[in-house]
T-cell receptor
């Protein structure tokens, strides 16, 4: 089992719709969780950290489910500019380094 | 403030040559990562430095790959006897501490002919 797993997608989303996707992790002791966004041929950029109580940043909501060992990202009122690959990041069991999932591709269409 | 800086931004080399890629992390950041990303693929972890601890080299694909971090700051990734399959974007990232958010450089596009 991979340490951090994501549905690769693509998720085809009509503009204005809501989309949500998860990321599962294997290390029950993980403490740090992030969502990154990567545009084609660009470096990943931090979208948001994920806190135990869940957090929201504008149209984006992140949740952590420790019992089932997954984090989620929900995008409301999707914009064309939200089209990107979304990467989840979790600190792994070995050396506490941060491990990336394979990414979920989101395509928002008019 | 300055972000993570990588050089060169592009490198074209011939098969069999050695290359060095440089990363200047954000000042004061103790953790530094190298990743590789082939076109259309995910991030492949290569190596991780944290402070003065021994680096985690578990992601290096072969003994042709090595990296060092001098003085806890600048890092150099060296690829010896490059092969065509080494062609990829090499990304460096740093964070303030071991489980803090990562900041990425813009990468080095390596092309091996």
């Amino acid at each position: 089992r991979k340490e951090v797993e994501q549905d690769p997608g693509p998720f085809n989303v009509p503009e204005g719709a809501t989309v949500a996707f998860n990321c599962t992790y294997s290390n029950s002791a993980s403490q740090s969780f992030f969502w990154y966004r990567q545009d084609c041929r660009k470096e990943p950029k931090l979208l948001m950290s994920v806190y135990s109580s869940g957090n929201e940043d504008g149209r984006f909501t992140a949740q952590l489910n420790r019992a089932s060992q997954y984090i989620s990202l929900l995008i409301r009122d999707s914009k064309l500019s939200d089209s990107a690959t979304y990467l989840c990041v979790v600190n792994s069991r070995a050396g506490n380094k941060l491990t990336f999932g394979g990414g979920t591709r989101v395509l928002v269409k008019p | 403030g300055a972000g993570v800086s990588q050089s060169p931004s592009n490198k074209v080399t011939e098969k069999g040559k050695d290359v060095e890629l440089r990363c200047d992390p954000i000042s004061g950041h103790t953790a530094l990562y190298w990743y590789r990303q082939s076109l259309g693929q995910g991030l492949e972890f290569l190596i991780y430095f944290q402070g003065n601890s021994a680096p985690d080299k578990s992601g290096l694909p072969s003994d042709r790959f090595s990296a060092e971090r001098t003085g806890g700051s600048v890092s150099t990734l060296t690829i010896q006897r490059t092969q065509q399959e080494d062609s990829a974007v090499y990304l460096c990232a740093s964070s303030l501490f071991w489980r803090e958010k990562l900041f990425f450089g813009s990468g080095t596009q390596l092309s091996v002919l």
